[in-house]
Protein backbone atom coordinates (compact mmCIF):
# COMPACT_ATOMS: atom_id res chain seq x y z
CA UNK A 1 0.00 0.00 0.00
CA UNK A 2 1.09 3.34 -0.69
CA UNK A 3 1.45 6.14 2.00
CA UNK A 4 2.07 9.41 1.39
CA UNK A 5 5.65 10.09 3.07
CA UNK A 6 6.76 13.41 4.62
CA UNK A 7 8.54 14.40 1.34
CA UNK A 8 8.17 13.63 -2.41
CA UNK A 9 10.26 14.53 -4.87
CA UNK A 10 8.97 16.63 -7.30
CA UNK A 11 9.97 15.88 -10.69
CA UNK A 12 9.63 18.92 -13.41
CA UNK A 13 10.19 18.20 -17.36
CA UNK A 14 10.03 20.79 -20.03
CA UNK A 15 9.13 19.80 -23.65
CA UNK A 16 8.56 21.54 -26.42
CA UNK A 17 5.18 22.53 -27.18
CA UNK A 18 2.72 19.51 -28.30
CA UNK A 19 5.25 16.63 -26.95
CA UNK A 20 3.76 15.33 -23.84
CA UNK A 21 1.99 12.82 -25.50
CA UNK A 22 5.08 10.97 -26.70
CA UNK A 23 5.06 10.06 -22.82
CA UNK A 24 1.63 9.32 -22.30
CA UNK A 25 2.18 5.49 -21.97
CA UNK A 26 3.97 5.82 -18.55
CA UNK A 27 0.40 6.16 -17.55
CA UNK A 28 0.21 2.70 -18.22
CA UNK A 29 2.22 1.81 -14.97
CA UNK A 30 -0.92 3.70 -13.14
CA UNK A 31 -0.90 7.19 -10.66
CA UNK A 32 -1.96 7.33 -7.46
CA UNK A 33 -4.95 9.28 -6.25
CA UNK A 34 -6.25 10.44 -2.38
CA UNK A 35 -9.70 9.50 -2.43
CA UNK A 36 -12.39 8.29 0.18
CA UNK A 37 -13.50 5.43 0.78
CA UNK A 38 -16.61 3.92 -0.74
CA UNK A 39 -16.53 6.90 -3.92
CA UNK A 40 -18.10 5.39 -6.71
CA UNK A 41 -15.95 4.99 -10.01
CA UNK A 42 -17.84 7.14 -11.60
CA UNK A 43 -17.64 10.27 -9.07
CA UNK A 44 -13.77 9.30 -8.86
CA UNK A 45 -13.34 9.16 -12.76
CA UNK A 46 -15.39 13.07 -13.49
CA UNK A 47 -12.79 14.57 -11.01
CA UNK A 48 -10.41 14.26 -13.60
CA UNK A 49 -9.54 16.80 -15.81
CA UNK A 50 -11.46 16.42 -19.00
CA UNK A 51 -13.29 13.65 -18.23
CA UNK A 52 -16.89 15.07 -18.74
CA UNK A 53 -19.86 12.71 -18.47
CA UNK A 54 -20.37 12.26 -21.73
CA UNK A 55 -16.69 11.18 -22.20
CA UNK A 56 -16.67 8.89 -18.91
CA UNK A 57 -20.18 7.15 -20.42
CA UNK A 58 -19.21 7.15 -24.35
CA UNK A 59 -15.86 6.39 -24.59
CA UNK A 60 -14.71 4.33 -21.33
CA UNK A 61 -15.33 1.23 -22.79
CA UNK A 62 -13.30 -0.96 -20.31
CA UNK A 63 -13.44 -0.72 -16.28
CA UNK A 64 -11.57 -3.13 -14.01
CA UNK A 65 -11.50 -2.39 -10.48
CA UNK A 66 -8.97 -5.17 -8.38
CA UNK A 67 -9.01 -7.24 -12.07
CA UNK A 68 -12.36 -7.62 -12.21
CA UNK A 69 -15.00 -5.88 -14.93
CA UNK A 70 -17.08 -2.91 -13.84
CA UNK A 71 -19.86 -2.81 -15.46
CA UNK A 72 -21.96 -0.34 -13.27
CA UNK A 73 -20.65 3.49 -12.51
CA UNK A 74 -22.12 3.66 -9.19
CA UNK A 75 -19.63 0.72 -8.07
CA UNK A 76 -18.32 2.17 -5.11
CA UNK A 77 -14.40 1.84 -4.47
CA UNK A 78 -12.82 0.48 -1.64
CA UNK A 79 -10.23 -1.61 0.19
CA UNK A 80 -6.67 -0.83 1.60
CA UNK A 81 -4.87 -0.26 -1.78
CA UNK A 82 -7.46 -0.80 -5.06
CA UNK A 83 -6.49 -0.54 -8.55
CA UNK A 84 -8.83 0.71 -11.42
CA UNK A 85 -7.89 0.75 -15.03
CA UNK A 86 -9.92 2.44 -17.50
CA UNK A 87 -9.48 1.54 -21.18
CA UNK A 88 -12.07 2.20 -24.85
CA UNK A 89 -13.05 -0.79 -26.86
CA UNK A 90 -10.43 -3.36 -26.81
CA UNK A 91 -9.85 -5.49 -29.93
CA UNK A 92 -11.84 -8.70 -30.83
CA UNK A 93 -13.50 -11.39 -28.29
CA UNK A 94 -11.80 -10.19 -25.16
CA UNK A 95 -12.95 -6.86 -25.61
CA UNK A 96 -16.38 -8.13 -26.60
CA UNK A 97 -16.44 -10.09 -23.02
CA UNK A 98 -14.92 -7.32 -21.25
CA UNK A 99 -16.94 -4.04 -22.66
CA UNK A 100 -19.30 -2.46 -19.98
CA UNK A 101 -22.61 -3.92 -19.66
CA UNK A 102 -21.17 -6.60 -22.59
CA UNK A 103 -24.24 -8.75 -24.38
CA UNK A 104 -21.48 -11.74 -23.84
CA UNK A 105 -20.55 -10.78 -19.71
CA UNK A 106 -22.12 -14.51 -19.30
CA UNK A 107 -18.92 -15.66 -20.75
CA UNK A 108 -16.35 -13.93 -18.23
CA UNK A 109 -14.84 -16.28 -15.67
CA UNK A 110 -16.79 -16.33 -12.17
CA UNK A 111 -14.96 -13.59 -9.91
CA UNK A 112 -13.53 -15.12 -6.09
CA UNK A 113 -15.83 -14.71 -3.45
CA UNK A 114 -13.11 -13.41 -1.29
CA UNK A 115 -12.26 -9.59 -1.55
CA UNK A 116 -10.38 -6.72 -0.11
CA UNK A 117 -10.93 -5.33 3.79
CA UNK A 118 -13.28 -2.72 3.87
CA UNK A 119 -12.50 0.52 5.33
CA UNK A 120 -14.80 2.90 6.85
CA UNK A 121 -16.70 4.77 4.33
CA UNK A 122 -15.15 8.67 3.80
CA UNK A 123 -11.70 7.22 5.19
CA UNK A 124 -8.72 8.19 3.01
CA UNK A 125 -7.27 5.70 0.79
CA UNK A 126 -4.73 6.01 -2.10
CA UNK A 127 -5.90 4.38 -5.12
CA UNK A 128 -4.23 3.37 -8.61
CA UNK A 129 -5.75 4.56 -11.75
CA UNK A 130 -3.90 2.73 -14.90
CA UNK A 131 -5.04 4.43 -18.44
CA UNK A 132 -4.53 2.45 -21.60
CA UNK A 133 -5.04 3.00 -25.59
CA UNK A 134 -7.14 6.12 -26.82
CA UNK A 135 -7.69 6.89 -23.00
CA UNK A 136 -4.10 7.52 -22.46
CA UNK A 137 -3.67 9.40 -25.55
CA UNK A 138 -6.68 11.38 -25.18
CA UNK A 139 -6.58 12.46 -21.66
CA UNK A 140 -3.00 11.49 -20.93
CA UNK A 141 -1.46 14.79 -22.10
CA UNK A 142 -3.53 17.04 -18.97
CA UNK A 143 -2.59 14.94 -16.71
CA UNK A 144 0.73 15.12 -17.27
CA UNK A 145 0.64 18.89 -17.69
CA UNK A 146 -1.34 19.09 -14.50
CA UNK A 147 1.09 16.80 -12.30
CA UNK A 148 0.50 13.67 -10.56
CA UNK A 149 1.90 11.07 -8.29
CA UNK A 150 3.79 7.97 -9.82
CA UNK A 151 5.83 5.09 -8.55
CA UNK A 152 9.33 6.35 -8.72
CA UNK A 153 9.99 3.10 -9.85
CA UNK A 154 7.98 3.28 -12.71
CA UNK A 155 9.65 6.54 -14.10
CA UNK A 156 12.71 5.07 -13.71
CA UNK A 157 12.11 2.23 -15.70
CA UNK A 158 10.14 4.71 -18.13
CA UNK A 159 13.22 6.31 -18.39
CA UNK A 160 15.67 3.78 -19.19
CA UNK A 161 13.26 1.75 -21.79
CA UNK A 162 12.30 4.56 -23.40
CA UNK A 163 15.81 6.97 -23.66
CA UNK A 164 15.12 8.19 -26.80
CA UNK A 165 12.21 10.19 -26.21
CA UNK A 166 14.19 12.65 -23.93
CA UNK A 167 16.13 13.44 -27.06
CA UNK A 168 14.22 16.90 -27.08
CA UNK A 169 14.30 17.56 -23.39
CA UNK A 170 14.52 21.44 -22.34
CA UNK A 171 15.00 21.54 -18.95
CA UNK A 172 14.74 18.62 -16.09
CA UNK A 173 14.59 20.03 -12.62
CA UNK A 174 13.76 18.20 -9.03
CA UNK A 175 12.88 19.59 -6.50
CA UNK A 176 13.34 22.76 -8.32
CA UNK A 177 16.96 22.20 -9.21
CA UNK A 178 18.44 22.03 -12.68
CA UNK A 179 19.56 17.88 -12.88
CA UNK A 180 20.21 15.38 -15.48
CA UNK A 181 18.55 12.26 -16.80
CA UNK A 182 21.70 10.29 -14.91
CA UNK A 183 21.02 11.60 -11.77
CA UNK A 184 17.55 10.63 -11.21
CA UNK A 185 18.76 7.16 -10.06
CA UNK A 186 19.96 8.24 -6.83
CA UNK A 187 17.09 11.11 -6.63
CA UNK A 188 14.09 8.84 -6.95
CA UNK A 189 15.19 5.87 -5.56
CA UNK A 190 15.22 6.45 -1.89
CA UNK A 191 11.17 7.48 -1.97
CA UNK A 192 8.61 5.32 -3.09
CA UNK A 193 6.81 7.78 -4.60
CA UNK A 194 7.45 10.89 -7.10
CA UNK A 195 5.11 13.72 -8.21
CA UNK A 196 5.83 14.47 -12.18
CA UNK A 197 4.96 17.16 -14.11
CA UNK A 198 5.78 17.91 -17.92
CA UNK A 199 5.09 21.63 -19.05
CA UNK A 200 5.80 22.65 -22.14
CA UNK A 201 7.43 25.20 -23.58
CA UNK A 202 4.91 27.22 -24.83
CA UNK A 203 3.00 27.25 -21.61
CA UNK A 204 5.87 28.04 -19.45
CA UNK A 205 5.47 31.40 -18.06
Request: glycine letters at 6%; hydrophobic letters at 40%.
Amino acid sequence: MISRPSHIPRLEFIVPAAATKKYTTLLQSGIWEEISASTTVGEFLACLPGFTPQYIREHIETIFLNGLPVDDLETTINGPSPVLAISAAMPGLAGAIFRKNSFHAALRTAPSLSSPARMPSGEKIMIRLKFFNTIACEKGTAILNNGCLLSSDSVLKFITYRRQLFSDLLSLRCDNKPVGLDDLESLLHPSKTVFLRIQEENACI
